[in-house]
């Protein structure tokens, strides 16, 4: 009898397990191609991004997005290690400058500098570049949302603030 149960329990976790196992595959997406885990017909667990650019991505994928501890390799070699967040990688020059590296298997990968704002946007980034001196500096784009979001918060409409943007 004792044996009976011992086998039922065995077979009882086998097929239980069965249901949640995830299956090495590939997968084609419009900015790169996947090979690792998936489950329910989308990248889960860890795998191996190649984009179209010949750029790679090697870690962990939660339903088709780079998320978790991971490797993503530039088509000039250059390597960013660590965690990503939802396809998020942030490299700290500075306190207040810092490189993102966004990547979206759909839509490819985009590389920039961001500089932390200033006065009542002190809590924000914005798009900035490395001039030929080799200083950053905010991109037009990004003085102009600096400017709104110091605008916003100083707006006076007593409303409570306006959101401001960043990462």
């Known amino acids: ?17 069965l249901t949640s196992i995830t299956y090495a595959d590939s997968l084609k997406f419009d900015a790169s191609s996947y090979e690792g885990e998936v489950k329910k017909g989308k990248a889960h667990g860890v795998g191996i991004f190649t984009f179209s650019d010949g750029s790679t991505y090697e ?6 997005r780079i ?12 390597v960013y290690e660590g965690k ?5 990688f942030t490299t700290k020059i ?3 400058t810092r490189d993102v590296v966004k990547i979206k298997p759909k839509k490819g990968i985009e590389t920039f500098s961001e500089m932390k704002g200033k006065d009542a946007a002190s809590s924000s980034w914005f798009v900035a570049t490395k001039n030929s001196s080799g200083i950053y500096e905010l991109t037009d784009e990004g003085a ?3 400017e709104e979001a110091i605008a916003a918060s100083t707006g006076g409409d007593g409303g409570g603030g306006g959101g401001g943007g960043g990462c």
């Open 84 to 88: 990503f967040r939802y396809g998020t």
């Open 144 to 146: 102009k949302k600096m």
């Open 67 to 78: 998320h978790g501890k991971g490797k993503y390799t530039d088509t000039q070699g250059k």
């Open 59 to 64: 870690g962990k994928v939660s339903r088709n």
């Open 94 to 96: 500075d306190s207040k």
């Open 1 to 17: 009898m004792n044996i009976f149960k011992l086998l039922t329990i065995t077979l009882f976790f086998i097929f239980s397990s």
